[in-house]
């Protein structure tokens, strides 16, 4: 692999002090950078093409990602027929990995060992539109043998990479997905799955497809003189008018029991624009599953598809977190016919494995949200549409990473915080840990956003073994009217770290000119350095809940005597 593999990203900090942070945290984990293995079916190009069917321009943007620390590097495999092989110096826009299989090895080890995730972008086994699913595991079609699924059902339990997938309309992509562990669930893949047409001409069940184009003028509008314009795929699949997306409250019980104001998913939280709500538009989606068989076995072998959590307590499940829409005709004009208006179309589904011991995965109903002739002028455009749609590819890139990567990264920007302009304005050495925290909180969720900043806490308690999840659903069942403050607590923990960071911090910062002479003792591993602040912040908030409600109580006691 190229040697840039060896080099770990550059600290986001000021950087007149980054050797000295970099001598603080060397005793850290080191921070590597997140490699990605994009699979790709022939048919979809990676590098930009006249009909714009490809996924270039979401490849250069992973590539060009920062987000905190974390960083991406993308290489490409493309399946085919033929002997895998290996390209050792591969241009931007080549694959590393020609006739690719999930098992291909290279100098025995096995490829797929040297990614964190995959990402798998399927076409075959053709456009037909056939009723019958024979085509999908044909030879010819180079579909995911038994063997390959062994290895990734492997990597997804030993490494726990994360793992994402998708096609389009009817059985798109369906040889390479649909029996992959979890994946091939979650998402409608073949004809048995009940996937939406694509809708050709004289197709008589043309009015089953998704057909999400939305009209960019009053021309297409039915009050137009004359009758509405018919929306077409092509241009109105590309232009600036794109689709809502209606996106899910997070209403997981930890957030149900701990008050937060209402949000989506982190895959679906914009640092500064709020929640993502929406995507380009297409004339023929696919469809995500909203309650997916969780006693499945997989498909090639008889193990439970969905494991069991890891602590106990309830099974995982898959949850779809947006959904779809389309809009009728009539009274709309579509150029693929008539078709019914419906407001609940599943269209992305994630996984968090990690509570069962397994890598995450998510899927979304088609390829065109991420397709260059879909988003190019928007992108072009650069306007707050294009900002939600690309960090939704890019918060995709951080959720899917195995456990630790997110709160490696945090742990890290918990420590440059004092060297950007928040430690520089807002810190000082006696400030109350409050006051740290809310400014820390504010700070982490310009990058990260507030949904990451919230699962970043939650995290860390569970890390630290001070938040016993699996007891969380029968407590919120004997107590469903009890709230907690959320904010608080985010504001005790990041304090109490910010805090525990706060001499060493100062020491450079008044280093001066000498700061290259300073000797620093370096910080011990995260684990260790805030395991005992973040008990010290559940204990302070204990103590603000309890106070609170003997407070309550004895005005009550006063008030009904």
Not at 8 to 29: G, N
Not at 255 to 277: A, E, M, N, S, Y
Request: hydrophobic share 35%; charged share 25%; proline share 9%.
């Amino acid at each position: 692999m190229p040697e840039l593999r060896k080099i770990d990203p550059e600290l986001i900090a000021h950087p007149y002090f980054d050797p000295a942070i970099r001598d603080l945290v060397v005793r850290w984990p080191k921070l590597t950078f997140v490699d990605i293995l994009i699979v790709v079916d022939p048919s979809i190009a990676v590098q930009p093409v006249g009909n714009g069917f490809g996924i270039s321009r979401v490849i250069e943007l992973l590539r060009d990602t920062k987000i905190g620390c974390m960083r991406f590097r993308v290489d490409i495999a493309q399946r085919g027929l033929g002997s895998p092989a290996i390209n050792p110096s591969p241009s931007l826009t080549q694959p590393t990995y020609t006739n690719f299989r999930f098992n291909m090895t290279d100098g025995g080890d096995h490829v797929i060992d040297k990614y964190e995730q995959i990402w798998c972008f399927g076409f075959e086994p053709d456009n037909s539109g056939s009723l019958s699913d024979a085509a999908v595991d044909a030879p010819g079609n180079f579909p995911t043998t038994d063997p390959e699924l062994e290895k990734l059902d492997e990597w997804m339990s030993e490494k726990k990479g994360g793992l994402f997938g998708t096609g389009d309309h009817h059985y798109i992509g369906a040889s390479m997905c649909h029996k992959i562990p979890r994946l091939g669930t979650m998402r409608r893949w073949t004809n048995a799955d009940g996937v939406p047409p694509q809708g050709k001409a004289n197709d008589p069940l043309a009015h089953n497809r998704i057909d999400t184009l939305r009209p960019p003028s009053a021309a297409f509008e039915p009050g137009a003189p004359g009758g509405p314009a018919a929306l077409r795929n092509t241009p109105e699949q590309g232009d600036l008018t794109i689709q809502p997306v209606q996106w899910v409250p997070e209403n997981s019980v930890q957030l149900t029991l701990f008050k937060w104001k209402r949000r989506p998913h982190p895959v679906l939280c914009h640092p500064t624009l709020g929640p993502i709500d929406v995507m380009p538009d297409h004339a023929h989606e696919g469809l995500c599953v909203e309650d997916p068989d969780l006693n499945a076995t997989k498909k090639f072998n008889s193990d439970p598809e969905y494991p069991d959590a890891i602590n106990g307590g309830q099974k995982p499940a898959p949850k779809v977190i947006a959904f779809g829409s389309n809009l009728g005709d009539p009274p709309y004009n579509f150029q693929k016919g008539p078709q019914p208006a419906r407001s609940r179309n599943p269209m992305i589904a994630v996984y968090d494995g990690h509570k069962a011991g397994v890598g995450r995965v998510a899927t979304d109903s088609t390829w065109h949200h991420w397709m260059d002739v879909n988003i190019d002028n928007i992108a072009i455009a650069d306007n707050n549409d294009w900002k939600k749609v690309k960090r939704y590819f890019q918060n995709l890139a951080v959720w899917l990473c195995p456990p630790g990567y997110t709160t490696r990264c945090m742990h890290l920007s918990v420590v440059t915080s004092h060297f950007e302009y928040v430690g520089f304005q807002e810190y000082y050495l006696k400030a109350p840990v409050r006051e740290l925290g809310l400014a820390l909180r504010d700070h982490l969720r310009l990058f990260y956003g507030p949904c990451w900043v919230t699962q970043y806490v939650l995290l860390v308690l569970r890390d630290f073994k001070l938040l016993k999840e699996e007891l969380l659903p029968q407590f919120f069942e004997k107590m469903p009217d009890l709230e907690l403050n959320g904010e608080l607590l985010e504001t005790l923990v990041l304090g109490h770290m910010a805090q525990a960071t706060i001499e060493p911090a100062m020491k450079i910062k008044h280093g001066g000119t000498e700061i290259g002479k300073l000797k620093l003792e370096a910080l011990p591993e995260p684990e260790k350095l805030f395991a005992e602040p973040v008990q010290a912040a559940v204990k302070e908030y204990f103590e603000i809940c309890r106070k609170k409600c003997s407070n309550e109580m004895r005005a009550l006691d006063e008030l009904f005597g």
